[in-house]
């Protein structure tokens, strides 16, 4: 079955700190990524995605995500956080139809 | 301005009484789906309209049917909620499916007394 698995439930760090989000999936086939980020009271929006070319893709807000297909990983990542970068953040990947399958999902807060 | 309006954004309904969720847009995208998302968990997409053409996904319960009247409004009908329907529901939209980004309403957050 596809799957996305996120490794970290509930990130705490403080303000300037390097952030890395991790996201696995499982699916043997061509993909495409996203990571999708709500902020508190707010709908869900798009940070960036993947879907062929380069495998260092950059999205808003300073950040950047690494396709490694050997790993069948898509790391979210940020060099230095802010305050308002507190939102839960999800990884999510389409295989070969409309489906998008979410990760549950990580809570990051930013501390100042 | 809002691209995809959900409402209400809370609803309380009573044990086994219908309710009815609303989701419009302003995209005019041909695909429109609805998810569940319960606490701490991943959104899970119930079903989806490709303009009128309805897709169910295999496990979501015969309780919940969808109405998409025209290309702008869909309905979420949840027929005898239960305890356990209690959730988040979202809508989305992208302008046709697959490779296309998903644009994401507010949610109405169900409780369920």
């Known amino acids: 079955a596809q799957s996305v698995s996120q490794h970290n439930h509930h990130v705490i760090l403080s303000e300037a700190a390097s952030l890395e989000l991790g996201c696995n999936y499982s699916?043997?086939?061509?993909?495409?990524l996203f990571w999708y980020v709500q902020y508190p009271g707010q709908h869900l929006q798009l940070l960036l995605k993947?879907?062929?070319?380069?495998?260092l893709v950059k999205g808003i807000k300073g950040f950047e995500a690494e396709f490694i297909k050997s790993k069948f990983s898509f790391n979210l990542r940020k060099p230095s956080v802010q305050w308002s970068d507190t939102a839960e953040y999800f990884c999510?990947?389409?295989?070969?139809?409309?489906?998008?399958?979410f990760g549950a999902g990580t809570t990051v807060t930013v501390r100042a | 301005d809002a691209m995809v309006i959900q409402n209400p954004r809370y609803q309380v309904t009573q044990f086994g009484k219908p309710v009815t969720l609303s989701c419009s847009q302003t995209?005019?995208?041909?695909?429109m789906y609805w998810y569940q998302q319960k606490s701490s968990q991943a959104p899970k997409l119930l079903f989806h309209?490709?303009?009128?053409?309805?897709?169910n996904e295999a496990d979501t319960p015969d309780n919940f049917q969808s109405r998409r009247p025209n290309t702008s409004f869909c309905f979420l009908d949840i027929r005898s909620p239960g305890l356990g329907d209690a959730a988040m529901y979202l809508c989305?939209?992208?302008?046709?499916?697959?490779?296309?980004?998903?644009?994401f309403g507010p949610g109405t957050r169900l409780t369920v007394t």
């Open positions: 989305a939209t992208s302008l046709r499916d697959g490779a296309y980004e998903q644009y």
């Open positions: 309209y490709y303009d009128k053409d309805f897709n």
């Open positions: 993947y879907f062929s070319g380069d495998p």
């Open positions: 995209l005019n995208h041909n695909v």
């Open positions: 999510a990947f389409r295989s070969n139809d409309y489906k998008l399958s």
């Open positions: 699916y043997g086939g061509t993909v495409n």
